[in-house]
Nanobody, 124 residues
Framework: VQLQASGGGLVQTGGSLRLSCAAS????????MAWFRQAPGKEREFVAG????????NYADSVKGRFTISSDNAKNTVSLQMNSLKPEDTAVYYC??????????????????WGQGTQVTVSS
């Protein structure tokens, strides 16, 4: 599976952005998907995960109620709608794919495939 993330940019505090991750490969629907982020000088952290079926979702406490993850297996895409953005959301955002059950796992080791990252900058 090859992943291509897009949709990042510069936004003011309180604004919104929608990230997309396009996947290649016919087995996309077998993978759980997730978004991670990494700020300068910090470790990569889990943001949100979604099961292959699109039914089960998991969010980091820091983004609950503000971010929504969704998937479209027909289009091989997973998206992250980010609302009420804060300066602390500034980071490079990565999409990742892992085996069934990954959506609930917040560590990076379980994810086998990674996109290249897209920069999100929230100005105060």
């Amino acid at each position: 599976v090859q992943l291509q993330a897009s949709g990042g940019g510069l936004v003011q505090t309180g604004g919104s952005l929608r990230l997309s991750c396009a996947a290649s490969g016919r087995t996309f629907s077998r993978y759980d998907m997730a978004w991670f982020r990494q700020a300068p000088g910090k470790e990569r952290e889990f943001v949100a995960g979604i099961s292959a079926s699109g039914i089960r979702k998991n969010y980091a406490d820091s983004v609950k109620g503000r971010f929504t993850i969704s998937s479209d297996n027909a289009k091989n895409t997973v998206s992250l709608q980010m609302n009420s953005l804060k300066p602390e959301d500034t980071a490079v955002y990565y999409c990742a794919a892992g085996p069934s059950g990954s959506y609930y796992i917040t560590g990076t080791r379980n994810y086998h495939y990674w996109g290249q990252g897209t920069q999100v900058t929230v100005s105060s």
